[in-house]
């Protein structure tokens, strides 16, 4: 039960690269119609259809995901929210890794006043309710999509940072790290050479979810109205539109609100296998 | 023990103080005053409502007479709902907030564990596979897509349960509003909880424990359980302050008349006081959640040692 065989290891590892395959494929796919569909699309993202408002996926021949309340094409729409999330995707999550990890083993690994200090920071970020930190940036410094990112790099690191510690604070009692403490291996090197790699178990679990996090937190925000602007759109504004509508064009908030999740599925299926590939505790 | 936590404890008012002087200064950053509005009023009124809301101080002053009120109490005058105290809305809103809040929690660490370590005994088989595939699908669909999905269908067109909340009472309405705020963070701590297991049961101590003729269930109760529930733990507060993350969201979907309606409200109102009390209120909640934290962190984890 608790022992792997190497076989079933094995046609777990087959599985998981079929998983990795198909996933990055979707999520390729995905990218490249976003792209360029909405280039080869007879409707742009503003014009209304003022004889087919709320139509129905497919009902008026050229809408393929239907029309919204004002009549725009959703097809169009839901591209380009497309576009703009998995944007703010990328840049997001990398500016929280580099900086989390760094943070987090530092933090656990100095130890002492270093680390009271250094948690104590994030304790303070953290308690800033996120949300009112955006609000307030938005308010001062208008809407802007610059803003959007800062804000998510901003709060995800916290939490890498937070976990990296915690594991640090039971890796640095490990005994190799001990003795390389008494080969008087110095405190910069222990950490770039004992504790970050061996931290990136933990670590690629983390940016798993902090890519989609990222999503999350940009169509969050879109939903509440504080994110992406009309007449520019992004998945989650498209799912504000579409929740309140729901009792009449329920293909309003299913299609848009599906997509995220399939976006989002597609990433933490990546994420996962990759963990699974390149954690080596896992072999055998 | 006892002294370690005493400084914790002294460790976390600074930790406050600091976010209440944050969003203060942002606030009052913030472009506009309270009463602008599309009618100009004369300037002996707005002089008026200045100096009852002490707006004409200098910025220091204001911050002091705040943070002395606060201390007793009193977060101020509401800019906007004009015959309530920012403590009386808080003290009206909350306590349905923590209900709802307390309730997703509970179910999130209870049903999570059980799943995860489910899914990590059985690692790779269909069972695993199964758990991890409902843990995904809960972190994929955003409780802002979930909650109005789960109304549509089950409150809509099945009619099963009640869609808002004014239209009901008694318990079936928190059925809904509960289920959509926990299902990500079940998804979550399923994950963390069978990777860390996964790790834990790997380890020597196991197999040392499994030779001596331990079962499945001995085991995993009384050497596996504590060590791996390290990581979730340490998740126990960012889950805090992703529940109160969701609860603005499902409170506006469902209509709960909670504080995180009167966040967002306050927000795109201008509602300085009303803003402030409720993140320091959010800030006093999540700065408690990772005292706690630390605390048992230290207890389950003898290796870290109190200083």
Known sequence: ?284 | MVKYSLRRLLGAIPTLLLVVVLAFLLVHAAPGGPFDSERVLPEAIKQNIDKYYHLDEPLPQQFVRYIWNAVRGDLGPSYRYRDHTVSQLIAGSLPISILLGSLAMLLAVVVGIAAGTVAALRQNTVVDRVVMAFAMTGISIPIFVIAPVLVLFLAVKLQWLPAGWSGSTGAARLLLPVIALALPQIAYIARLTRASMIDVLASPFIRTARAQGLGTYAVIRYHALKPAMLPIVSYMGPAAAGILTGSVVVEQIFGIPGVGQFFVAGALNRDYTLVLGIVIVYAAMIITMNLIVDLIYGVIDPRVRYR
């Open chain 1, 1 to 284: 039960m608790i022992t792997i065989s190497a076989a079933s290891n094995a046609i777990g590892r087959a599985r998981v690269s079929r998983l990795i395959s198909i996933s990055g494929g979707i999520l390729v796919a995905i990218a490249v119609i976003a792209i360029v569909a909405p280039w080869l699309s007879p409707n742009n993202y503003l014009d209304t259809d003022f004889d087919n408002i709320l139509a129905a996926p497919g009902v008026a021949g050229v809408h393929l995901f239907g029309t919204d309340d004002l009549g725009r094409d959703l097809f169009v729409r839901t591209m380009m929210g497309i576009q703009v999330t998995l944007l703010v995707a990328l840049v997001a999550s990398f500016v929280s890794l580099v900086i989390g990890v760094l943070y987090g083993a530092i933090a656990g690994y100095v130890g002492g006043r270093v680390d009271a200090v250094m948690m104590r920071i994030v304790d303070t970020l953290y308690a800033l309710p996120f949300i009112f930190i955006v609000i307030l940036l938005m308010v001062v410094f208008e809407r802007n999509f610059l803003l959007i990112f800062v804000a998510i790099g901003a709060i995800n690191w916290l939490d890498m940072a937070r976990i990296v510690r915690g594991q640090t604070l039971s890796l640095k009692e490990k005994e190799y790290v001990e003795a390389a403490r008494l080969t008087g291996v110095s405190t910069v090197r222990i950490i770039l050479r004992h504790i970050v790699p061996n931290l990136i178990g933990i670590v690629i679990v983390y940016i798993t979810l902090t890519i989609p996090q990222a999503i999350l937190v940009e169509s969050f925000l879109s939903f509440l109205g504080l994110g992406i602007q009309e007449p520019q759109t992004s998945l989650g504004a498209l799912v504000d539109a579409g929740v309140s509508q729901k009792e009449n064009a329920a293909w309003m908030l299913l299609i848009p609100g599906g997509l995220l999740a399939l976006i989002l599925m597609c990433f933490n299926f990546l994420g996962d296998g990759l963990r699974d590939l390149f954690d080596a505790r896992q072999s055998p």
